[in-house]
């Protein structure tokens, strides 16, 4: 079975060169901590923000390419988890034919913020999410390291 998530915010991790991407289901109870690159933290808070560029940047290149071959995100799967690191899938639309892509969550998020597409997890992913580390980072934060969108 899926959860539908949504992109709660992004936190800084103080201990890290990284940022947080917290996705929550609509009723408040998984949370899914993504940990990703500050360039690709970056790429999902501009579509937060709603910045465009005045050039388009790799994601948004990504929908006005979709957009212009007729294709549309049905939904973006973050559907596993293996040494910590998080794997995702789009499923893409073109021509009445389902394509299945493999992606990075960080750039199927970004992906899915700029096509307004939804974000689902599986329940497995939900349940192997690691606890430990997102309780050990919790212990660590402080109200400082918080900005703007941070959940």
């Known amino acids: 079975m899926e959860i539908k998530l949504m992109v709660d915010g992004i936190v800084t991790d103080p201990n890290a060169e990284s940022q947080i991407v917290i996705l929550?289901?609509?009723?408040?109870?998984?949370?899914?901590?993504?940990?990703?690159?500050a360039v690709e933290g970056n790429a999902i808070r501009f579509a937060l923000e709603k910045i465009v560029p005045p050039r388009p940047m790799t994601h948004d290149l990504l929908k006005n390419?979709?957009?212009?071959?007729?294709?549309?995100?049905?939904?973006?799967?973050?559907?596993?988890i293996k040494n910590n690191t998080y794997y995702a899938s789009i499923y893409l639309e073109c021509?009445?034919?389902?394509?299945?892509?493999?992606?990075r969550p960080s750039d199927a998020?970004?992906?899915?913020?700029?096509?307004?597409s939804p974000i689902y997890a599986t329940e497995d992913v939900l349940k192997k999410r690691s606890a430990e580390s997102l309780d050990e980072w919790l212990?660590?934060?402080?109200?400082?390291?918080?900005?703007?969108?941070d959940a």
């Open 24 to 37: 929550r289901d609509e009723k408040n109870k998984e949370i899914l901590p993504i940990w990703v690159g």
């Open 65 to 80: 390419m979709i957009d212009s071959l007729g294709a549309k995100i049905k939904m973006i799967l973050v559907n596993g």
């Open 95 to 103: 021509k009445g034919a389902e394509q299945v892509i493999d992606a």
């Open 109 to 116: 998020i970004a992906l899915a913020l700029r096509t307004d």
């Open 139 to 149: 212990e660590k934060i402080k109200p400082k390291d918080f900005d703007k969108y």
